[in-house]
């Protein structure tokens, strides 16, 4: 007899002795209470182990990752790009100390309040495992969350190529190969192995952060031992010197350059921040772990950016800045962790567009707003690994390798993810001011004392029949879309959500998209549109958002033209900037295209039985059937004042 079978038989035994005894049969209970249950037990959930069922079926859990673990190696290893090792040393040497110090705060600045913007939108409403998508979808519509999700896939894939066009880079340099197909090839060798490493499953690129984001703290801690003791002035690097320093301090731009081009240049190296963001079907809590993951993330990077560059500008004359991408390598200590650190940054970053990009992708097929990208919904695994988007994001990261040329491909990268960090900024403003309307209309109608009608739920809506015949009214609708706007909750970063500053940084990344190339700015905002529109002709229905209540031209309108005396009717007020104003009256929505009686065909029924006995009630449940000859009936119960 086994040791279990034996405690189970003296826990009998007690309790036929016992059976009258209060006090033994609680013992009893603590006795069975702190029995181990093995996992395939009935109560084995109960005891924190894995459930039955999941044993006997074979079932495989999805893993879940925390803040750290999770958003905070992502975030980091996506932020400390190939730019910082291979282009930190020419910002200097362009822009000077001073205007490469802006660039690096702008750059960190613009990212942060679309940080914190995102951070506001997933704690007020929800984030589904689409990640940007996910955030401008359920506040502003999937129709806007398309064009944006789509835009920035885009900038993903560009942004992979760059990196692995720095790795090829890089890698010919240190063999000394002058041939720039050598280079190509060992880009496209880098993103074939990584598609491999996403297709395996998440474990594998968690598995593989953890070393990658080790060898970038050996190259940063590298560079920093060898900048106190190396001294190399055949090679430019003088040491710790004041001359060197105030020579460094001015721009010196060279060959048609200006500080929009260089921040052009630095600004990829930053656009991975809402990697925590595309990973939320991961995490085991999104609401708490995004925030903290990236915040840390970013203050982290802010401080390693700024040391790379003011150290440089410190201990290297400007023409070796100018002309030697690998200067960071000579003057560490080691030299091989940079170059490592060099290779990794190269590698992680890629890793990151290969593993967050196809998520998007999958989020935005599965919302069949698309049609052309249905096909990419179908995911693999307990993790639901998105393979054919990973094929498709690493066949589009291959074409962009073959054009090659980081400074060629910088710009390029730099333009989408401007644009849909400004969406995202909006989509916060937006989504408060629609809170406020929500206010106001409650206390409005709280202060007319009006009531919904009896036994109505929600009010009656005509659905249009989908092209296969059947009523559909939920495509395009997240799963986590939960239909209402919360308040953001108090914390140590909440201060720093403002929506008129969302605002205010929206206005600035449009005009900063225009100024670092206007023609490649022109392009995409026409692109952006264009997505739009044909989202709009494409699909047959989408989710309106949180937000669609709020309409900015209104509200524009609004602060130009108060109601009031004829004489203020054309002042603006800056007072009224600062408040949210009420329409008082109700508003209907009424659809543009209501169905024709020759189409549709409504029948009423009662629900519910008439008998004596509730003959006193009003007939609250009723049912309404549409129905045409070409469509399938649908029933949606209403009730009736």
Known sequence: MSKRDSGDNIGANAFVANRGNDDDTTKLKDYFDHQPYQEDELFADESGLKPWWTSNFLLRQPTLFGAWDGVFTSCLINI?????????GWIVAEA????????VTVSVLVILTSVLSAIAICEMGSVGSGGVYSVLSSTLGSRVGGAFGLLYCFGNAVEGALHAAGFGESIAELFVIKNPWIETVFGIGLILFLVIINIAGVQWVMKFQFFLLLGL?????????????EVHPEVGITGWSTETFWNNTSPMYSNGSDWFSVFGVFFPT???????????????????????????????????????????????????????????????????????????????????????TPRVLQSIAGQK??????????????????????????????????????NRLAPIVTLPFLLTYAGIDYAHFALVQARLLNISSAQFAASKDRKPPSGLLQSPTFLQPTEEGSYSPQLGLDPEFSGEILSQPKS??????????????????????????????????????SLYLYIGRCSQTYSPGLAHEFSFFEWIFDLAFSPGSADDHAKFSWRRFWKNHRKDYEEVIVGSQPPSRDLYRTEQSQVTDVSKDFNWRKPYHQATMLSNTDVSSHQSEVGEE
């Open 217 to 229: 703290l050996l190259a940063v801690g590298d560079f920093l031992v060898g900048s106190l003791l």
């Open 492 to 529: 140590c970063y909440s201060v720093f959500c403002n929506h008129y500053v969302s605002l205010f940084a929206c206005a600035l990344k449009v005009m900063m998209v225009l100024l670092v190339h206007w023609i490649y700015g022109l392009a995409f905002l026409a692109i952006l549109g």
């Open 270 to 356: 930053v656009t991975g921040i809402l990697a925590g963001v595309n990973m939320a079907g991961d995490l085991k809590q999104p609401a708490k772990d995004i925030p903290v993951g990236t915040l840390s993330a970013v203050c982290f990077s802010f401080l390693v950016y700024l040391t790379c560059i003011w150290i440089l500008g410190w201990t290297c004359d400007r023409s070796a800045l100018q002309i030697d991408f690998l200067i960071m390598e000579k003057e560490a200590f080691f030299g091989i962790f940079v170059l490592i650190g060099l290779y990794v940054s190269s590698v992680s970053t890629c890793l990151g567009v290969l593993y967050g």
């Open 80 to 88: 400390l790009g190939v730019i910082v090792f291979l282009r930190s």
């Open 96 to 103: 000077g100390l001073w205007m490469s110090t802006l660039i």
């Open 369 to 406: 707003i698309v049609p052309v990208l249905q096909p990419l919904e179908k995911g693999r695994g307990p993790n639901n690994v998105p393979v054919l988007a990973v094929l498709v994001v690493g066949a589009v990261t291959l074409v962009f390798v073959l054009i090659g040329q980081i």
